[in-house]
Protein backbone atom coordinates (compact mmCIF):
# COMPACT_ATOMS: atom_id res chain seq x y z
CA UNK A 1 0.00 0.00 0.00
CA UNK A 2 1.19 3.30 -1.11
CA UNK A 3 2.57 5.58 1.82
CA UNK A 4 2.45 9.38 1.71
CA UNK A 5 4.14 11.14 4.11
CA UNK A 6 4.33 15.33 4.66
CA UNK A 7 7.38 16.98 6.81
CA UNK A 8 6.83 19.05 9.04
CA UNK A 9 2.95 18.94 9.63
CA UNK A 10 3.33 22.86 10.35
CA UNK A 11 5.46 25.90 9.10
CA UNK A 12 5.36 29.68 10.07
CA UNK A 13 7.86 31.66 8.09
CA UNK A 14 8.14 35.29 7.89
CA UNK A 15 6.84 37.39 4.54
CA UNK A 16 9.05 37.36 1.92
CA UNK A 17 11.14 33.80 2.66
CA UNK A 18 11.40 31.83 0.07
CA UNK A 19 10.42 28.01 1.48
CA UNK A 20 10.43 24.42 0.34
CA UNK A 21 7.62 21.63 1.40
CA UNK A 22 8.23 18.04 1.22
CA UNK A 23 6.30 15.13 -0.11
CA UNK A 24 7.70 11.16 0.37
CA UNK A 25 5.98 8.14 -1.06
CA UNK A 26 6.69 4.35 -0.61
CA UNK A 27 5.38 3.10 -3.88
CA UNK A 28 7.82 4.39 -6.74
CA UNK A 29 5.63 3.32 -9.60
CA UNK A 30 3.43 6.44 -9.47
CA UNK A 31 1.43 7.69 -12.61
CA UNK A 32 1.35 11.47 -11.34
CA UNK A 33 1.34 13.56 -8.07
CA UNK A 34 -0.30 16.38 -7.65
CA UNK A 35 -0.30 18.88 -5.16
CA UNK A 36 -3.19 21.09 -3.67
CA UNK A 37 -3.84 24.09 -1.36
CA UNK A 38 -6.97 23.69 1.42
CA UNK A 39 -8.51 27.13 3.14
CA UNK A 40 -9.76 26.67 5.68
CA UNK A 41 -13.21 25.21 5.48
CA UNK A 42 -13.14 24.72 2.12
CA UNK A 43 -12.09 22.01 -0.51
CA UNK A 44 -9.09 21.72 -2.12
CA UNK A 45 -7.71 23.44 -5.27
CA UNK A 46 -5.06 21.78 -7.29
CA UNK A 47 -2.09 23.96 -7.89
CA UNK A 48 0.49 21.70 -9.45
CA UNK A 49 0.42 18.43 -11.37
CA UNK A 50 3.75 16.76 -12.30
CA UNK A 51 3.60 13.37 -14.57
CA UNK A 52 5.46 10.10 -14.05
CA UNK A 53 8.11 11.51 -16.86
CA UNK A 54 8.26 15.18 -15.97
CA UNK A 55 10.92 16.31 -13.14
CA UNK A 56 9.36 19.52 -12.53
CA UNK A 57 6.38 21.91 -13.19
CA UNK A 58 5.77 25.40 -12.74
CA UNK A 59 3.07 28.01 -12.11
CA UNK A 60 4.07 31.54 -11.05
CA UNK A 61 5.93 31.31 -7.81
CA UNK A 62 5.29 28.09 -7.40
CA UNK A 63 7.81 24.74 -8.51
CA UNK A 64 7.41 21.43 -8.10
CA UNK A 65 9.88 18.86 -8.81
CA UNK A 66 9.75 15.00 -8.31
CA UNK A 67 12.41 12.55 -8.37
CA UNK A 68 10.73 8.51 -8.44
CA UNK A 69 13.72 6.80 -7.65
CA UNK A 70 14.04 8.70 -3.98
CA UNK A 71 10.26 8.83 -3.32
CA UNK A 72 10.02 12.38 -3.17
CA UNK A 73 8.15 15.54 -4.39
CA UNK A 74 8.97 19.18 -3.12
CA UNK A 75 7.28 22.55 -3.53
CA UNK A 76 8.61 25.33 -3.83
CA UNK A 77 7.09 28.86 -2.87
CA UNK A 78 9.04 31.95 -3.69
CA UNK A 79 9.05 35.25 -2.09
CA UNK A 80 5.96 34.33 0.52
CA UNK A 81 2.94 36.15 0.84
CA UNK A 82 0.56 36.12 4.05
CA UNK A 83 -2.37 35.05 1.30
CA UNK A 84 -0.36 31.45 0.57
CA UNK A 85 -0.93 30.73 4.10
CA UNK A 86 -3.00 27.87 3.86
CA UNK A 87 -2.70 23.90 4.32
CA UNK A 88 -0.77 22.51 1.46
CA UNK A 89 -0.99 18.88 0.49
CA UNK A 90 0.13 16.02 -2.15
CA UNK A 91 -1.16 13.36 -3.81
CA UNK A 92 -0.23 10.26 -5.95
CA UNK A 93 -1.69 8.58 -8.23
CA UNK A 94 -0.37 4.73 -9.36
CA UNK A 95 0.54 2.99 -12.31
CA UNK A 96 -1.54 -0.12 -11.26
CA UNK A 97 -4.84 1.76 -10.75
CA UNK A 98 -5.41 5.10 -11.75
CA UNK A 99 -8.71 5.96 -9.83
CA UNK A 100 -7.28 6.00 -6.05
CA UNK A 101 -5.47 8.74 -5.23
CA UNK A 102 -2.89 8.53 -2.30
CA UNK A 103 -2.78 11.59 -0.04
CA UNK A 104 -0.45 12.96 1.99
CA UNK A 105 -1.66 14.60 5.88
CA UNK A 106 -0.38 17.69 4.80
CA UNK A 107 1.63 20.38 5.90
CA UNK A 108 -0.08 23.87 6.90
CA UNK A 109 1.78 27.08 6.33
CA UNK A 110 1.59 30.06 8.43
CA UNK A 111 3.33 33.49 6.48
CA UNK A 112 3.32 35.83 9.03
CA UNK A 113 3.00 39.47 7.84
CA UNK B 1 -19.40 25.86 -15.13
CA UNK B 2 -19.54 25.23 -11.07
CA UNK B 3 -17.33 22.28 -11.35
CA UNK B 4 -17.99 20.20 -8.24
CA UNK B 5 -21.18 20.71 -6.02
CA UNK B 6 -22.05 19.34 -2.75
CA UNK B 7 -25.21 19.32 -0.53
CA UNK B 8 -25.84 19.86 1.92
CA UNK B 9 -23.33 21.64 3.71
CA UNK B 10 -23.31 20.82 7.12
CA UNK B 11 -25.78 18.03 8.45
CA UNK B 12 -25.81 16.97 11.77
CA UNK B 13 -27.69 13.83 13.03
CA UNK B 14 -28.36 11.19 15.90
CA UNK B 15 -26.82 7.75 16.28
CA UNK B 16 -28.57 5.70 13.87
CA UNK B 17 -29.85 8.07 11.25
CA UNK B 18 -29.68 7.56 7.67
CA UNK B 19 -28.69 10.26 5.14
CA UNK B 20 -27.23 10.69 1.62
CA UNK B 21 -24.85 12.81 0.49
CA UNK B 22 -25.71 14.37 -2.98
CA UNK B 23 -22.95 15.58 -5.25
CA UNK B 24 -22.53 16.57 -8.98
CA UNK B 25 -20.14 17.56 -11.52
CA UNK B 26 -20.58 19.23 -14.66
CA UNK B 27 -17.13 18.85 -16.19
CA UNK B 28 -18.43 15.89 -18.31
CA UNK B 29 -15.80 13.90 -16.03
CA UNK B 30 -15.94 9.83 -16.47
CA UNK B 31 -14.52 9.47 -12.52
CA UNK B 32 -15.59 10.12 -9.17
CA UNK B 33 -14.61 9.39 -5.92
CA UNK B 34 -15.70 10.44 -1.94
CA UNK B 35 -13.22 10.97 0.45
CA UNK B 36 -13.56 11.57 4.45
CA UNK B 37 -11.29 13.79 5.70
CA UNK B 38 -10.27 13.98 9.81
CA UNK B 39 -7.85 15.70 11.75
CA UNK B 40 -4.35 14.46 11.34
CA UNK B 41 -5.27 11.78 8.71
CA UNK B 42 -5.37 13.38 5.63
CA UNK B 43 -7.87 12.63 3.21
CA UNK B 44 -9.17 9.00 2.83
CA UNK B 45 -10.62 7.37 -0.07
CA UNK B 46 -14.54 6.00 0.78
CA UNK B 47 -15.29 4.81 -2.38
CA UNK B 48 -15.11 5.64 -6.40
CA UNK B 49 -16.77 5.30 -9.71
CA UNK B 50 -14.50 4.88 -12.86
CA UNK B 51 -17.17 5.32 -15.20
CA UNK B 52 -20.88 5.64 -14.95
CA UNK B 53 -22.29 2.51 -14.23
CA UNK B 54 -19.60 1.06 -11.72
CA UNK B 55 -18.28 1.37 -8.12
CA UNK B 56 -15.55 0.10 -6.46
CA UNK B 57 -14.78 0.26 -2.67
CA UNK B 58 -11.67 2.31 -1.17
CA UNK B 59 -9.73 2.66 2.12
CA UNK B 60 -12.22 2.58 4.54
CA UNK B 61 -15.86 1.72 3.45
CA UNK B 62 -17.42 0.33 5.76
CA UNK B 63 -20.76 2.04 6.69
CA UNK B 64 -21.16 3.38 3.65
CA UNK B 65 -23.27 2.99 0.00
CA UNK B 66 -22.56 4.70 -3.11
CA UNK B 67 -24.62 5.26 -6.15
CA UNK B 68 -23.85 6.57 -9.37
CA UNK B 69 -26.81 7.84 -10.74
CA UNK B 70 -25.77 9.30 -14.39
CA UNK B 71 -22.54 10.28 -15.30
CA UNK B 72 -22.99 13.72 -13.57
CA UNK B 73 -24.00 12.65 -9.81
CA UNK B 74 -22.23 10.68 -7.29
CA UNK B 75 -23.84 9.84 -4.12
CA UNK B 76 -23.19 8.24 -0.72
CA UNK B 77 -25.46 7.05 1.71
CA UNK B 78 -25.10 6.62 5.48
CA UNK B 79 -27.40 4.38 6.67
CA UNK B 80 -27.14 3.92 10.20
CA UNK B 81 -24.91 6.89 11.83
CA UNK B 82 -22.14 6.46 13.88
CA UNK B 83 -20.22 9.09 15.83
CA UNK B 84 -16.89 7.72 14.40
CA UNK B 85 -18.30 9.16 11.42
CA UNK B 86 -18.51 12.42 11.86
CA UNK B 87 -15.69 14.35 9.47
CA UNK B 88 -15.74 16.43 6.30
CA UNK B 89 -16.45 14.64 3.19
CA UNK B 90 -15.40 15.75 -0.09
CA UNK B 91 -16.45 14.67 -3.72
CA UNK B 92 -13.96 14.90 -6.45
CA UNK B 93 -14.02 13.84 -10.17
CA UNK B 94 -11.34 13.75 -12.91
CA UNK B 95 -11.92 12.78 -16.68
CA UNK B 96 -10.89 9.12 -16.05
CA UNK B 97 -8.14 6.76 -16.84
CA UNK B 98 -5.26 7.09 -19.00
CA UNK B 99 -5.89 10.69 -19.21
CA UNK B 100 -3.49 11.76 -16.51
CA UNK B 101 -5.67 14.75 -15.01
CA UNK B 102 -6.34 16.55 -12.28
CA UNK B 103 -8.63 16.30 -9.30
CA UNK B 104 -11.21 18.63 -8.86
CA UNK B 105 -13.06 19.28 -5.36
CA UNK B 106 -16.53 20.15 -4.39
CA UNK B 107 -16.62 22.25 -1.18
CA UNK B 108 -16.98 19.64 1.13
CA UNK B 109 -19.77 18.50 3.98
CA UNK B 110 -19.57 18.80 7.39
CA UNK B 111 -21.27 16.01 9.59
CA UNK B 112 -21.64 15.62 12.96
CA UNK B 113 -22.78 12.84 14.36
CA UNK B 114 -24.18 12.71 18.17
Known amino acids: KQEVTQIPAALSVPEGENLVLNCSFT??????LQWFRQDPGKGLTSLLLIQSSQREQTSGRLNASLDKSSGRSTLYIAASQPGDSATYLC????????????FGSGTKLNVKP | NAGVTQTPKFQVLKTGQSMTLQCAQD?????MYWYRQDPGMGLRLIYYSASEGTTDKGEVPNGYNVSRLNKREFSLRLESAAPSQTSVYFCASTRGQGQGGTQYFGPGTRLLVL
Open chain 1, 27 to 32: DSAIYN
Open chain 2, 27 to 31: MNHNS
Open chain 1, 91 to 102: AVRLMDNFNKFY
